[in-house]
């Protein structure tokens, strides 16, 4: 929470919300920096935090929430006030003169003049090489920019920011650009900056980088502030968990997948980024027709260039085979010809083009079939006719949205146009990448009934996401991405959300821990069913037979113990208990999940569905089973209302 | 929210270029009244010498036919995300070869005035073809080339100009092309005595028909703008080369093959003005090239054009004549006002500063729109505020009573 105003904070900013239209970028963010600190901002991609610091430098204006610099309240309206305050940013992309040198770069719009009029370039490379030395940054003064590295560029931006007297620094991705190298004498450079005096905030989704540089770390989810800790005293995991937050168990219904032949099979896959490093090397996976496999990872960790190598847009090392043909290395035309699809992430920049119709997008790739384009003339009818069926099928709005442009409606039907478009092919394999980036929670749950109805039809589905949630939910196998390759992969509902954030971050789990995982993840699952069924039987006012209660409750007792004795509500109970299952050490969990069995039969883990496993052999009690019928059926009678609810809601909506 | 008439009626294209003409002209005007020169009659004198007489409108339609060509090469580049500034050094490269090409010769007409067309298209599309592979394969800007090949045709043209085997010695240009391969209407039978005579007894013809090189070319442009027009909005290949120039991401992801597209839309971006360099030389006196010491103005006049057409194929066409109109009616503007022609490039450069600033006007209108619904908005919950605070009072008379 925000801390008092005091002169001991660099900078304070409390209660800061910025909306875009009618999106919120940024709700009630705090942020507290003490001075001569390096304080880190982590969060997802999106989540706010280049929002954020764009307000502190003047680049936005906050909607609500103040700005304290030194514990003095500030009104910061452009980067010039900003600079007035000691503050000083380097963005991700540097702003540098080619073909200057470093100190004409430096000194720009604000050069040392002789009497007003010329400049002084002798006394302005003297004030550049005072601060270099002082803070050891060794750039060399009359370099030209266009002859050094990116990470001496990066220098020179940071000496931009010394040389207006900044007290404050914003570095936005610093190391996105960097080798390991650069990295490690930025770190060097920072400390000299604190020792200084300086105050150094950084804008990043790397973990590592946190642990190697800041002392405290404020973490944003999706424009929320979630928490600021000390660096010192958490781990890596902890970070990536409330970086991606808790798995909210969303509605996704789906039957267990049925895999068959395997359709996608990526083999030693290597290719390079931009700065021609190997950003997914020795990349393995196989996807199969019928099921969902989804890639977990933070992002950066080689997605973007998996994603451009399996569509053809770059060049790689390896194989890529679909179907039993090796497609690596070709053009985009040649995968789609074979029954490729792809949802692409910036669906503005990859997806549509905004300045055609609605019509004309819906053919963007069927145009030059012989069917829609016969002789190379474009069949209008049969473009129209596709669209309407199209925008019908997909509930596309407004409706008569055909011949507008793709550019005037909003993200969610975009995104249904493109869906629509794809699936339109009847592809082999559907590749989604990011495809509710941007989505309401109606629109959300539209494209994860479409991905498995795509899979329920035989389809191969390639989902990358940055939720973690969505890749929890809607795929039958996590695979997750870490430093380019493929660093563990899990089945659907045998791990969760604080394992799959330590793998991201590069850890991995053995075979008996992820038993112990999977354990607790199916007891916390059984025992959030059979606690609903039995909420649901009170509800109904059903008299549950003393019998079957006490075996309901008691499957619940392993993961409520602690809870228990708080005399909790039977819904909060409920809450706590997931809590205190996600929690609890592995161990415990495995201790408690071994009691399961031993100590209650297994009548509330069959009554509730619970996966299985969980289950031995059928009960004594004929009564008592028969009142479970009767608790299975209210269960679903429940379901099934609160499917009706959720439809009517996002109908609402 | 609906969009209002007026909105509609301003966000136009054809209604924003006559916004920008009529701001052209008043510009013009205030010019004109600052230099000392009448402004009504001016401008009167200066339309009266583009229409006034057939003879005119004839020469105006003579003198657009080139621009309509390079407006239309130009066009279509933007249309598909290319900026041909490379079309002046395209139009003088098909020049230079439909000059060789027609003074080398002795065909039947047809199929000599058809060598000539094919062969300045030919070399116009491979000269702007070889921008497109640049910029496909390596990444450079078509600016940058197609300006450094400006240079290189006008030096090219003049090279060729000064060779002993096209140089006409007594002359600062080439041979002319041979009679076979003239594109103007009748230009034989013009000169003969039947000719002579049927012009004679029939003065709009004589006046047209006789004293101009009037010449097939305009009819070829409209048929080209129709082709063009056709080919973008129909075809499949049009398809794909607006897809890349509006976005070569989307493009690319959709399995197009966006470098071939970019070089296909350059080549015929430059075939475009070598059809234009062909019929002007075959259509038009001297028939031939001179050499140049500067450029001669008919690509870059095409990019004004094409600007204010907002690059609609069609558009290029009255735009063209607009602009023929006004570089040929400036000319008498000179000779009976006395003002100087100068005031045409202003005339034009003010038309297309307009043109290009006029995309202001439809988000202008917006604003309107946005402020009188928000004063309506006003209205109603002060005339709803009105309401309760009477039924209020009648309330509390009621309580009072």
Known sequence: MAAEVSSKYAVQMHGITKRFGSFYALTDVDLDVEKGTIHSILGENGAGKSTLMNVLYGLYQADMGSIYIGGEKVDIKNPTAAIEHGIGMVHQHFMLVENFTVTQNIVLGSEPTKSGITLNMKQARKNVLEIVEKYGLDVNPDAKIRDITVGMQQRVEILKALYRGAEILILDEPTAVLTEQE???LLAIMRNLIKDGKTIIIITHKLKEIQASSD???????????DTVPVKGVSEDDLATMMVGHAVKLVVDKAPSNPGRVVLDIQNLYVKNE????AVKDFNLQVRAGEIVGIAGIDGNGQQELMEAVNNLKRCKGKIILDGEEIQNRNPKYGIDRGMATIPADRHKDGLVLGFSVYENAIL????SEEYSPGGRIDRKKMRSFAEELIQAYDVRPEDCGPRLAGGLSGGNQQKIIIGREIANEPKLLIAIQPTRGLDVGAIENVHKMLINERDKGVAVLLISFELDEVMNVSDRIAVIYDGHIQQIFEQGTVDNRTLGRVMAGGTVDEEELKAVKAAVEAEDAAALAHDARLAAIEAGEEIPEEADKFATKAFTPVTRAEAEAGETAAEEAAMAAQAAADAPADIIAEAVAAIPTETPEAPAEATAAPAEAIEEPMTEAQVRENIRALEKQLED???QLIAMQQKLSEMQ | MKTSLRRKFFGNPFVLTIIAIVLGFAVASLI??????????????????MIGRPKDIASVIIRSTPIIFTGLGVAFAIKTGLFNIGAEGQYVMGCVVATMVGSMLDFPKPVAVLMVVISAMLVSALYAGFVGLLKARLGIHEVITSIMLNWIALYFSNWICGLNFFHKPGTIGMYPVNDCTYTMILPMWKKTEEGQAFLASHPLLQETLGRTDLNIGFIVAVIAALVINYLLNSTRKGFELRAVGQNIHAARFAGINVN?????????SGALCGLGAAFYVTGQSPHTVSTLSAFENVGFNGLSVAFIAFSSPIGCIFAGLLFGGLLYGGAGLQSKVGAPTEIINIVIGVIVFFCALSYLIPRFVDRLDAARENRRKLKRDAKAAAKAAKEAAKAAKKGGN
Not at chain 2, 35 to 43: L, Q
Not at chain 2, 260 to 268: E, L
């Open chain 1, 183 to 185: 990295i490690d004498e």
């Open chain 1, 216 to 226: 405290m770390c404020t973490i944003i989810r999706r424009g929320h502030y979630i």
């Open chain 1, 275 to 278: 700065q021609r490093i190997n």
């Open chain 1, 365 to 368: 790739e069927k145009y030059r």
């Open chain 1, 638 to 640: 429940t379901q099934k």
């Open chain 2, 32 to 49: 004109l009244l600052l230099a000392g020169f009448p402004p009504k009659e001016s401008i009167r004198t200066l339309i009266q010498s």
């Open chain 2, 260 to 268: 071939r597209s970019i070089v296909h839309a350059m080549m015929i």
